[in-house]
């Protein structure tokens, strides 16, 4: 008897140790990670790269954590506008004018949320959303996506361009997400939080 139960005993030790090696934290394609079917190395993204929306609330909320996760990985996000949809196309627009006129190419945190508030806000009519955009672009010594000139405008159509053929090619159908090495987007949805993300995304910096 005492025999049988030790030897059982034992059975159920090596269960539970081949358990706890089977479990394992490598994100798993199909569900924290997919490849993309096109490598987008020719469009020479950062190598941690945001695809958002101004008008999508989600990507709005993750903005005050993009800090934490560029330090938990190490890199510097880069941003693109997605472009799927003639909203979207819109919001890039106004996107893109920002980023022509701000330092670096970076706008400010605060212009950003500025720009996510005024696309996002369903009570402003046309006139007074144009009035609004003026003021925000104004109050920062830029000019507005309705003020620029020719030179301004065949930037601003280059940014596009990229942007929309990067989400083509990506086949990106919701935001937000990242793209890693040109090669992976991050399935946000297969996540908990922050540093989930950022565990996936330094899984794919070096795969």
């Given at each position: 008897?005492?025999?049988?139960?030790?030897?059982?005993?034992?059975?159920?030790?090596?269960?539970?140790?081949?358990?706890?090696?089977?479990?394992?934290?490598?994100?798993?394609?199909?569900?924290?990670?997919?490849?993309?079917?096109?490598?987008l190395?020719?469009?020479?993204?950062?190598?941690?790269?945001?695809?958002?929306?101004?008008?999508?609330?989600?990507?709005?909320?993750?903005?005050?954590?993009?800090?934490?996760?560029?330090?938990?990985?190490?890199?510097?996000?880069?941003?693109?506008?997605?472009?799927?949809?003639?909203?979207a196309?819109?919001?890039?627009?106004?996107?893109?004018?920002?980023?022509?006129?701000?330092?670096?190419?970076?706008?400010?945190?605060?212009?950003?949320?500025?720009?996510?508030?005024?696309?996002?806000?369903?009570?402003?009519?046309?006139?007074?959303?144009?009035?609004?955009?003026?003021?925000?672009?104004?109050?920062?010594?830029?000019?507005?996506?309705?003020?620029?000139?020719?030179t301004?405008?065949?930037?601003?159509?280059?940014?596009?361009?990229?942007?929309?053929?990067?989400?083509?090619?990506?086949?990106?159908?919701?935001?937000?997400?990242?793209?890693?090495?040109?090669?992976?987007?991050?399935?946000?949805?297969g996540?908990?939080?922050?540093?989930?993300?950022?565990?996936?995304?330094?899984?794919?910096?070096?795969?």
């Amino acid at each position: 008897m005492l025999k049988t139960l030790s030897k059982s005993l034992s059975i159920l030790a090596l269960v539970v140790a081949v358990a706890a090696c089977s479990e394992s934290s490598t994100p798993v394609e199909g569900k924290q990670y997919r490849t993309l079917d096109t490598n987008l190395a020719t469009y020479r993204l950062p190598q941690v790269t945001e695809i958002f929306s101004l008008s999508c609330g989600h990507c709005r909320n993750l903005e005050p954590m993009l800090p934490a996760l560029e330090e938990q990985t190490g890199e510097k996000l880069g941003k693109l506008h997605v472009m799927f949809n003639d909203s979207a196309k819109i919001a890039a627009m106004i996107f893109y004018t920002a980023v022509m006129q701000s330092e670096n190419g970076k706008v400010p945190a605060d212009m950003k949320d500025s720009l996510f508030a005024l696309v996002q806000d369903r009570d402003l009519d046309g006139e007074a959303k144009k009035a609004e955009l003026d003021r925000i672009f104004h109050s920062r010594d830029m000019v507005s996506p309705y003020e620029l000139d020719k030179t301004q405008q065949e930037q601003l159509f280059r940014y596009l361009e990229v942007a929309e053929s990067v989400s083509v090619e990506a086949q990106i159908n919701a935001v937000p997400t990242f793209i890693v090495n040109g090669k992976y987007e991050v399935m946000v949805s297969g996540h908990q939080g922050i540093d989930e993300i950022a565990e996936t995304i330094n899984y794919l910096k070096t795969k």
